[in-house]
Nanobody, 119 residues
């Protein structure tokens, strides 16, 4: 069984910063790509950023320059640094990981962490 646990969400004023963390635990052989997605009320879940084991990244075009994804492979943890936050960044942020377990590769999701940008 694999679990992804996110943390770091909360309420922040426009222009502020937050750092989200996502830690994977359980019977993990290795983790391939890790990613962050978000879902605002009434909208579909959308990709924020993804990072491979080797550190290659891709971002939603609208977020380049403000958000930075990183990971610590030794800790099975991924991070999302969010700067210059805007009200439209308000959403539930979900971690996703492509995990190698005993039975093969599986995708896992965290429970989500709320990010609210408001004055």
């Amino acid at each position: 069984q694999v679990q992804l646990v996110e943390s770091g969400g909360g309420l922040v004023e426009p222009g502020g910063s937050l750092r989200l963390s996502c830690t994977a635990s359980g019977s993990i052989f290795s983790i391939n790509a890790m990613g962050w997605y978000r879902q605002a009320p009434g909208k579909q879940r959308e990709l924020v950023a993804r990072i491979t084991t080797g550190g290659s990244t891709n971002y939603a075009d609208s977020l380049k320059g403000r958000f930075t994804i990183s990971r610590d492979n030794a800790k099975n943890t991924g991070y999302l640094q969010m700067n210059t936050l805007k009200p439209e960044d308000t959403a539930v942020y979900y971690c996703n990981a492509d995990v190698v377990v005993w039975s093969g590769r599986k995708g896992y999701w965290g429970q989500g962490t709320q990010v609210t940008v408001s004055s």
